[in-house]
């Protein structure tokens, strides 16, 4: 791999990429976020030998992706913006977990600026493993942010480039974990070179949501919650959030933003007591279509995790 006279900087975080187990023939019984980001670089060779240029690593954080919080999204978000902002760095790239990278990844594209790419990826074997996932991904992720003319924040895993807005994880235990819906990968990397879709725009710049200033310094984050409506649905845990003091809810809707009788009447005690409400669907592809009457707001396509995300951020910013 030939990196270029400009910087990369690997931003470490843990996940299963940087696991363990005691058994190398062990792909779920180990221990997320155990090998620092600069021992999984020196582990590659393909780093060792990269001329021209240098890839920096530096740790942000060290947890398992499951545990993901406001206040780490708040440092990488500084750490990214801090290198994104220097003339000597072409791209960032972010090595995570798969349980919440799709969130870390949207929480990303909607706070910074940038006009440079930002690759998040990760593992679904530990690096203990026989045949180890995170060195190819690594390695892929270094060559997209490489690759000219792409800026934004984008997730790459298994061979394909998935862009911050749809990417989801979709399945528990394949390599091949994440998918991006009805749109589909935006391309594939393949022997240290990205192929695009047709008709894909590489660049998505990224303006920020927020002012920077603002994420820095935002104690504590807006409180969002999801709630999911289903069969028999109540309106019980709605009450008690709002009781307790929530200021958002992110309702993950059936079929075309449809919500239980029962959760839509205490939803709409919850929006009269000053509780913004975003309807999602439930459903793994497809968005809610808005139409004349609807007693919430919708989530403009973006799945139930990702629309609490962008609620935290509008109620941040109001505040």
Not at 9 to 38: C, E, F, P, S
Not at 272 to 293: D, H, I, M, Y
């Amino acid at each position: 791999m030939q990196v270029s006279g400009q910087k990369i900087v690997v931003l470490g975080t843990g996940g299963t990429i940087a696991g363990t187990a005691a058994d190398a023939a062990d792909n779920i019984g180990y221990k997320a976020a155990q090998v620092g980001v600069r021992d999984l670089l020196a582990s590659i060779p393909a780093f060792g030998r990269a001329g021209g240029g240098t890839v920096e690593a530096e740790q942000v954080a060290q947890v398992d992706s499951k545990d993901m919080d406001f206040d780490i999204w708040r440092q990488l978000a500084c750490r990214c913006q801090h290198h994104l902002d220097s003339p000597s760095v072409q791209g960032v790239v972010i090595t995570h977990g798969t349980d919440t990278l799709e969130e870390t990844a949207w929480f990303l594209q909607e706070v910074l600026h940038c006009a440079k790419p930002v690759v998040l990826t990760s593992a679904m074997r530990p690096a203990s493993a026989l045949t180890p996932d995170g060195p190819q991904n690594l390695m892929d992720a270094v060559a997209l942010a490489l690759a000219p003319d792409v800026c934004g924040v984008f997730a790459v895993a298994a061979g394909e480039v998935h862009g911050a807005r749809l990417v989801q994880k979709v399945h528990p235990y394949r390599v091949n974990a994440f998918a991006s819906g009805d749109g589909g990968p935006m391309g594939w990397m393949e022997e240290g070179s990205v192929r695009w879709a047709p008709n894909i725009a590489v660049a998505q710049v990224s303006n920020g949501r927020i002012a920077m200033n603002v994420i820095a310094n935002s104690i504590p984050a807006p409180r969002v919650e999801i709630i999911l409506s289903h069969a028999g649905a109540t309106g019980n845990l709605v009450d008690a959030l709002v009781r307790d003091g929530v200021q958002g809810l992110v309702v993950a809707c059936t079929g075309n933003g449809t919500i239980h009788h029962a959760l839509e009447g205490a939803l709409l005690r919850a929006q009269s007591a000053g509780v913004k409400v975003v309807r999602a669907t439930r459903c793994s592809e497809g968005q809610v279509l808005p139409k004349p009457g609807d007693l919430f707001g919708d989530s403009q396509g973006l799945s139930p995790v990702k629309a609490r995300i962008s609620l935290m951020l509008d109620l941040l910013a109001g505040s």
